[in-house]
């Protein structure tokens, strides 16, 4: 069975600090991950991809890679109470249509 | 451009009865996939399809029958709702040689 594993926090931060958030997945010849971040009642929404080792950055956010350890992190840059939210992490599994394995997911609380 | 619409967005129901949650795409995409998410958890995949009249059971099958009359609706069918099956239900739609999916707003369903 391949897994997503997240630690599920909450995790709080301050505003502007910088929030750290970690993914393992079991499956080592998966090949593409995204976070998604879930407001409480709303459907996830893509904030970044990765498909290579290394950091892929988009604003705030840095998504980094270690394909060897099997490890994904999200890095969110001066963070701000808008960022509260649970953040998913998925993979793509290439078994069932390119559907995603999903995370339980990280709840991010950022206080002002 | 709707992008993917669910209905209803709430529903109670009584064990044992049975209804059908519709999703509709208007992006003219080959995949399309119903997850659910409990509570604290992060989303599992429940039916996905590749294409009209293509289906195919995910991780959690049981209890639910789709279909995939036409490119733009898949409906989830629930047979005998039980207590189990209170969830909230997403479904989304890829692209063909994409990996980005999009995802309907969920639909909230209480089985009491």
């Known amino acids: 069975q391949k897994e997503v594993e997240q630690n599920s926090g909450p995790l709080s931060v301050p505003e502007g600090a910088i929030a750290s958030l970690n993914c393992t997945y079991s499956d080592r010849v998966s090949q593409s991950f995204f976070w998604y971040r879930q407001y409480s009642g709303k459907s996830p929404e893509l904030i970044m991809s990765?498909?290579?080792?290394g950091d892929k950055e988009d604003g705030r956010f840095t998504a980094q890679l270690n394909k060897a350890s099997q490890y994904v992190s999200l890095l969110i840059r001066d963070s701000q109470p808008s960022d509260s939210a649970t953040y998913l992490c998925a993979v793509i599994t290439y078994q069932a249509g390119t559907a995603l394995i999903f995370g339980k997911g990280t709840t991010l609380s950022v206080s002002s | 451009n709707a992008g993917v619409t669910q209905t209803p967005k709430f529903r109670i129901l009584k064990i044992g009865q049975s209804m059908t949650l519709q999703c509709t795409q208007d992006m003219n995409h080959n995949y399309m996939y119903w997850y659910r998410q409990d509570p604290g958890m992060g989303l599992k995949l429940i039916y996905y399809?590749?294409?009209?009249?293509?289906?195919d059971k995910g991780e959690v099958p049981n209890g639910y029958n789709v279909s995939r009359s036409t490119t733009e609706d898949f409906p989830l069918r629930l047979e005998l709702a039980a207590p189990s099956q209170t969830s909230v239900y997403f479904c989304?739609?890829?692209?063909?040689?994409?990996?980005?999916?999009?995802f309907g707003p969920g639909t909230r369903l209480l089985v009491l």
């Open positions: 990765i498909y290579s080792n």
């Open positions: 989304a739609s890829k692209r063909d040689g994409e990996e980005t999916q999009y």
């Open positions: 399809s590749v294409g009209a009249g293509i289906t």
